[in-house]
Nanobody, 125 residues
Framework: QVQLVESGGQLAQAGDSLKLSCAASGRTFTNYFMSWFRQVPGKEREFVAG????????DYADSVRGRFTISRDNAKNMVYLQMNDLKPDDTATYYCAAQSIYREIVREERRYNNWGQGTQVTVSS
């Protein structure tokens, strides 16, 4: 298992930028694919962005492509989500997730077995 701790969520205005961080600890990370999900009350958790740990391939939900950027620092065991041009629809609790079973970036929540506690992002109009 790997432990994940998110940080960086806060109140922002539409058009602002925020950077979320996810600190990972525990097992070796070179085999882990990392992703960000988000969830609003009453809705399912949705995939936002994913990155392969060793190669650096990325994938984005259509709703954030071009505005959000996922990156990682292997030496620091960190994953980041740079969020630009924030919109009120980006308001959600953001979760960091990790999986090492599937050798690709996967979007299904059920395929991840390591989750952080979440960090709240609220975007006002």
């Amino acid at each position: 298992q790997v432990q994940l701790v998110e940080s960086g969520g806060q109140l922002a205005q539409a058009g602002d930028s925020l950077k979320l961080s996810c600190a990972a600890s525990g097992r070796t990370f070179t085999n882990y694919f990392m992703s960000w999900f988000r969830q609003v009350p009453g809705k399912e958790r949705e995939f936002v962005a994913g990155i392969s740990w060793s190669v650096g391939n990325t994938d984005y939900a259509d709703s954030v492509r071009g505005r959000f950027t996922i990156s990682r620092d292997n030496a620091k065991n960190m994953v980041y989500l740079q969020m630009n041009d924030l919109k009120p629809d980006d308001t959600a609790t953001y979760y960091c997730a990790a999986q090492s079973i599937y050798r690709e970036i996967v979007r299904e929540e059920r395929r991840y077995n390591n989750w952080g506690q979440g960090t709240q992002v609220t975007v006002s109009s």
